[in-house]
């Protein structure tokens, strides 16, 4: 067990639901799909499915897919929605949708569709799961498709996504599946013999609360006594978070006065006598950080002979 110096970075990452759903762009030339369409998707089979983007206001949008032709106007601010009618499942299948350009997304299939969420137990990797790499070896699985939505926080639900790749079960791609939701899909595509999408949106350490709307938490008895402190807006968040991580740092380093402390950190002489101490390896949470989630700077000390002194002044 070794023991550092250390002080904290309090630029320290906020934790929230990663939520997706619809924006609005006001003008746009070229027809744009939300980012959760993209090649190797899968579609969930036998349900009207929707499928939306951006456009040009007023711009004339025609949606095809297998046999079917779906028009729409995008409304004044660009956005636009058609249904498909229910489909079997089978493929792979092309979407195209077309205005002034024309999208085209290949290798769709339709079939049962799951969203996997929660915290580490369903992030956690196939390969890192009992006998992972021999699963992921045997994983030429091209029926079950696989993508993972990026971490991303926000006050409300957010209305776009970046795109995100869609990932065909493969020895090359299904290490990063989610474990649990890998098995399910499997046992899934075996008994039901039809493709199968997990659309992956867990976050590690996330509490429930973050995944619920300010409706659903003062609608609960419980959870409703939290609202008067939370704060409604991004930048009321922000001010709220870096007043108590500055805190934090400021108990540990008393002379801690911002982010430009941290430029003088990596000299050699930098005074670090008020730095708290930290074993290591070991878990900062019971050693005086409760409650930081961020980055820390370690220093250690070590003492060198007469001479691996010399050696190291003559390289100097």
């Not at 980012?35 to 949008?61: K, P």
């Not at 996504?161 to 075996?190: C, M, N, R």
């Not at 402390?261 to 074993?279: F, H, M, Q, V």
């Amino acid at each position: 067990m070794s023991s550092y110096r250390f002080s904290k970075d309090f630029f320290s990452r906020m934790i929230a639901a990663p939520l997706f759903g619809l924006v609005a762009f006001s003008a746009m030339a070229d027809v744009r799909l939300h980012g959760i369409f993209g090649d190797h998707m899968v579609l969930q089979r036998e349900v009207s499915v929707r499928v939306w983007g951006w456009a040009s206001a007023g711009e004339a949008i025609e949606v095809t897919f297998r046999k079917q032709q779906k028009r729409v106007v995008a409304d004044h601010q660009g956005g636009w929605a058609v249904r498909l009618d229910p489909e079997a499942a089978g493929g792979p299948h092309e979407l195209v949708v077309s205005g002034h350009n024309t999208l085209r997304v290949r290798d769709v299939l339709v079939g049962e569709v799951w969203l996997c969420t929660g915290q580490s137990n369903m992030e956690w990797a196939l390969k890192d799961s009992q006998d992972g790499p021999a699963e992921v070896a045997a994983a030429n699985r091209p029926q079950i498709r696989h993508v993972k939505i990026p971490h991303r926080t926000a006050m409300q639900p957010m209305d776009d996504l970046e795109t995100v790749a869609w990932q065909p079960s493969h020895p090359d791609t299904a290490g990063g599946f989610s474990a649990i939701g890998y098995y399910f899909a499997q046992k899934l595509h075996q008994e039901l013999g039809v493709p199968v999408g997990l659309i992956n949106v867990s976050w590690g350490g996330t509490n429930i609360e973050t995944w619920m709307s300010r409706e659903a938490i003062q609608a609960h008895r419980e959870l409703r006594v939290v609202l008067p402190g939370l704060p409604a807006t991004p930048e009321a968040y922000v001010a709220q978070h870096r007043t108590r991580a500055t805190a934090l740092v400021q108990r540990w380093q008393a002379d801690f006065t911002g982010s430009e402390n941290t430029i003088a950190w990596k000299d050699r002489d930098y005074p670090d006598s008020g730095w708290g101490e930290l074993n290591a390896p070991g878990i900062w949470e019971t050693q005086g950080l409760d409650g930081f989630d961020g980055k820390l700077w370690y220093r250690r000390a070590v003492d060198l002979s007469a001479i691996q002194t010399e050696k190291a002044q003559a390289c100097t």
